[in-house]
């Protein structure tokens, strides 16, 4: 019966090809315009670690005090990162499972060929626990071990890009690559591994970021070298000194923190150590106002610190509209032409089709529009996803892929868009009075 | 021509009719906003800087090594810089208008006031004024002995001896009118510190943040006179003719190299890459924006070929009669394009309130400022216009029925 009724709509569609035409390009653009902000919005919003990112957290302490927000703030939020002390001593107390501060470094690395210039890379200072927590995928080696921590040895983990360009591809764990002028250890090689958003250092990459970051090197190695940091430095008060030490000294705030708490009663846990700290504190007198910290997994902290661009929920926002406004346009040309067959409707139902086989043949017709409709709008998608490069920045636009989901998607948002348009026109088709069209004609 | 006419044959077609006024009603509606939205892009983009764009290079060097006294090592490469041919001035700064990244101060205009009166960016570098382009509006000018090195500053702020603190700067006007309005902001005091008070001695025509999202308070800046020394924040900016830039530039980068072979140069930019750089996102959802009005725009129009055809050729007959009564072409081109202007009022009205509607609830999880009444008009020419164009078409076809269609039967 269903290819009766295919070869039915076929039938009906070929009979005016102008308005189906209409039809399927109204579809197939609302669909294509949509898929193509929907492929750029699951692309920002992404969980960039969904296995375990209900278990990684972000502890905030408010360091500043509620001087230090400006006369305008109105929310009791606690600054977004750690500054140094504060950062020491929850690496030295180790209440999580894993841990690691971080900050941003900007080294220049030395090629061994002397025909070569220097070059200048980004990474990250971490402890050895930041490989294992954040589940680094290592092409050669691995990360360094605790005590090469509090060594603070002259040990580094490199990108393969870096690894290509130094060492043309070749394992180098054991070889010795010059940053900053100090020869490093390479003990691991990092294998293709570029999260977006960048969940682990978010204050200082803003989210998302075009390159990749090229060397770790131990946390306190770095801070001993005096290398200083490349990302954000925020502060409430001028240091009263200057220079990297005098960072280290003051309340300034430079260095990521992230730690993995396995189950509830270990976040609860690390939640009270964290108001027993700020209260020693505050009894110390460092702090002078009560405990007000934070404790955010990943995607919590990622909304906090608004990493998904609202502009890109709005463009959402408007391309659903246009979709909805597709839908108004097709349900009523699909109306007009349903209702134009009122004759045909009779005949069948005289014949003694009942109401459900009206249903069906309608829908189907819709159900095919539809599917024309996907049809075009895949290839729509396409077009779009490739020019989104053209108007998005690189590092957003990068992360919109076409990929089978996405497709498998467009397809089945413009047959079920179209199939649900089609209801209220079938519905109205289906009530036709077969006895009142027959004597009409 | 009549109305009453239409309006009867309209409610003949009920359903139909109210599905096309409500899909001009809703791309009405969105029109508005995204218009709306496009508009404060553009004119976020068009955010002035306060310097002359089109003549200024950015170049950033970072060395493998730190040079042992970073002021001498600033002031030879500056010296350098200078002698390339065709620059017209150098200037050494910790930041630059829409660069990103920066540096900012709590300002206080009384030093015992417990919270900030404001935030602000503290620009420090020498020889700012003339190389940037940006207009000393009264007062004058810092002077070298103005200036303090920034190791220095930073020990006299540590022993509290002031002598050895910057004791002057430059804010814009933007920024005296907030502090002072009204009022001569020259010989006024800025206290970044309770020890550190700074005296205005001139007053910038404009200079804008690094990092000036909010348009409001993005000339909230200061020039303060601190020499920061060679490292790799620091920017050289090299003014020369707009033509000249890229000459100017491969010469500028083989003169530090020369200087120091080993160092890295990290940004080499033209002041029109960094704005460019700085509005990419606006830029970007303009432009999306404008593709999914475009969209939206067409798949309306199609809406409205497809509707007034199908009427055309159901009214096939009817047109047939009135042309063999006496009706012009003129009359029934006329009767369709009067039907679709009704339509298409209708839904206009019905968008202004959904478009209203959506901006409140913009404004209310997007924080988004109030749709001016302006953009009403705007959306509601567009949508007749568009009506207008698409029954075009039909209508045409329409006035095309030869009255010899009455005497058919169907």
Redesign the interface.
């Known amino acids: 019966m269903f290819n009766y009724y295919l070869e039915l709509a076929l039938r009906s569609l070929k009979r005016s090809p102008g308005l189906t035409l209409l039809m399927v390009l109204a579809i197939g653009f609302g669909v294509a315009a949509s898929m193509t902000t929907w492929s750029v919005f699951r692309a920002v919003s992404g969980d960039p670690i969904p296995w375990k990112s209900s278990k990684l957290f972000v502890p905030q302490i408010d360091m500043w005090g509620p001087k230090g927000r400006g006369p305008n703030s109105t929310d009791n939020e606690p600054p977004d990162a750690m500054d140094y002390t504060d950062a020491m001593a929850l690496m030295r107390a180790h209440r999580g499972k894993l841990q690691s501060a971080m900050y941003q470094i900007s080294p220049s690395v030395v090629p061994a060929d002397a025909s070569k210039h220097p070059i200048n890379v980004s990474g990250h200072a971490v402890y050895s626990e930041f490989f294992p927590m954040l589940d680094v995928p290592f092409l050669y080696g691995n990360g360094w071990s605790a005590d090469d921590d509090s060594q603070r040895a002259a040990v580094a983990v490199i990108s393969g890009k870096l690894n290509d360009k130094l060492f043309g591809g070749v394992n180098s764990v054991g070889r010795t690559v010059s940053i900053e002028g100090k020869d490093y250890r390479v003990v691991g090689v990092l294998g293709s591994w570029n999260p977006q958003p960048r969940f682990y250092d978010v204050v200082n990459t803003g989210g998302f970021s075009t390159g990749v970051e090229d060397v770790f090197v131990p946390f306190e190695r770095a801070i001993a070298m005096g290398m200083p940091n490349d990302g954000n430095t925020n502060c409430s008060e001028i240091p009263a000194q200057s220079g990297f030490v005098g960072l280290q000294q003051s309340s300034c705030i430079w260095i990521a923190y992230m730690v993995q708490l396995d189950d509830a009663a270990a976040v609860s846990a690390y939640r009270s150590w964290l108001d027993g700290y700020a209260k020693d504190q505050q009894t110390a007198g460092r702090f002078g106002w009560a405990p007000n910290n934070r404790l955010r997994d990943v995607p919590a902290f990622l909304d906090h610190e608004q990493v998904v661009p609202s502009d890109t929920k709005v463009s959402l926002l408007v391309a659903l509209g246009l979709l909805i406004v597709c839908l108004v346009n097709t349900a009523g040309l699909l109306l007009a032409k349903f209702l134009r067959r009122s004759s045909e409707i009779g005949v069948r139902r005289a014949l003694g089709a009942p109401r459900g086989a009206i249903y069906a043949q309608f829908l189907t017709e819709a159900g095919m529009i539809g599917l024309a409709g996907g049809v075009l709008g895949l290839l729509l998608t396409g077009v779009g996803v490739a020019s989104v490069s053209w108007v998005l920045p690189k590092d957003i636009a990068s992360l919109a892929r076409l990929d089978f989901s996405l497709l498998a998607l467009t397809l089945l948002v413009a047959v079920v868009a179209t199939t649900l348009a089609g209801l209220y026109p079938t519905f109205r088709a289906s009530r036709v009075q077969p006895a009142w069209q027959l004597k009409s004609n | 021509m009549d109305i009453l006419p239409i309006l009867s044959t309209l409610r003949r077609h009920k359903?139909?009719s109210w599905?096309?006024i409500?899909?001009i009603a809703?791309?009405c509606?969105?029109v508005c906003?995204?218009v709306f939205?496009i508009g404060q892009r553009l004119q976020r983009m068009d955010m002035p800087s306060g310097v002359a764009e089109h003549e200024l290079l950015q170049i950033q060097v970072?060395?493998?090594?730190a040079p042992s006294n970073p002021y001498a090592r600033l002031a030879e490469d500056v010296a350098l810089l200078r002698q390339v041919p065709r620059v017209i001035s150098v200037a050494s700064s910790n930041q630059v208008p829409f660069g990103s990244?920066s540096s900012n101060?709590?300002i206080r205009l009384d030093p015992a006031q417990?919270?900030?009166?404001l935030?602000a960016t503290t620009y420090f570098g020498e020889n700012l004024v003339p190389t940037l382009g940006t207009r000393l509006v009264s007062g004058r000018d810092l002077q070298p002995d103005d200036f303090v090195d920034?190791?220095t500053a930073?020990?006299a702020?540590?022993t509290g001896e002031s002598k050895s603190l910057p004791h002057v700067t430059l804010i814009t006007q933007t920024l005296a009118e907030r502090l002072w309005p009204g009022q001569n902001p020259l010989g006024r005091i800025i206290y970044?510190?309770p020890v550190?008070g700074l005296r205005v001695v001139g007053v910038l025509d404009s200079l804008a943040r690094p990092n000036a999202y909010d348009t409001a308070k993005a000339q909230y800046t200061m020039v303060v006179p601190i020499r920061m020394g060679a490292n790799?924040d620091q920017s050289y900016l090299i003014r020369t003719r707009p033509e000249d830039r890229a000459s100017v530039l491969t010469a500028a980068l083989a003169a530090l190299k020369k200087a120091d072979?080993?160092?890295?140069v990290?940004t080499k930019r033209s002041f029109d890459e960094v704005r460019r750089k700085f509005f990419?996102?606006d830029?970007?959802?303009a432009?999306?924006?404008v593709?999914?009005i475009v969209?939206?725009l067409?798949?309306?129009a199609?809406?409205i070929?497809?509707?007034a055809?199908?009427?055309v050729a159901?009214r096939r007959r009817t047109i047939g009669v009135r042309r063999a009564l006496g009706a012009t072409r003129g009359n029934i081109l006329h009767y369709f394009q009067t039907e679709n202007f009704l339509l298409a009022t209708i839904g206009i009205a019905l968008g202004m309130v959904l478009a209203y509607g959506i901006n409140l609830f913009?404004m209310l999880h997007?924080?988004l400022p109030r749709l001016p009444a302006v953009y009403f008009p705007i959306g509601a020419v567009v949508l007749w216009l568009i009506g207008q164009v698409a029954v075009l078409g039909p209508a045409l076809r329409a006035a095309a029925v030869p009255p010899v269609v009455a005497t058919r039967s169907v």
């Open positions: 359903l139909t599905l096309l409500l899909e809703l791309t509606a969105i906003n995204a939205l970072a060395d493998v090594t990244s101060g709590n417990p919270e900030r009166t935030f920034v190791e930073l020990k702020l540590g970044l510190t550190v790799k072979p080993q160092r890295v990290t990419q996102d830029r970007a959802m432009g999306m924006l593709g999914v969209a939206l067409i798949v309306t199609l809406g070929v497809g509707l055809s199908f009427w159901q913009l997007y924080e």
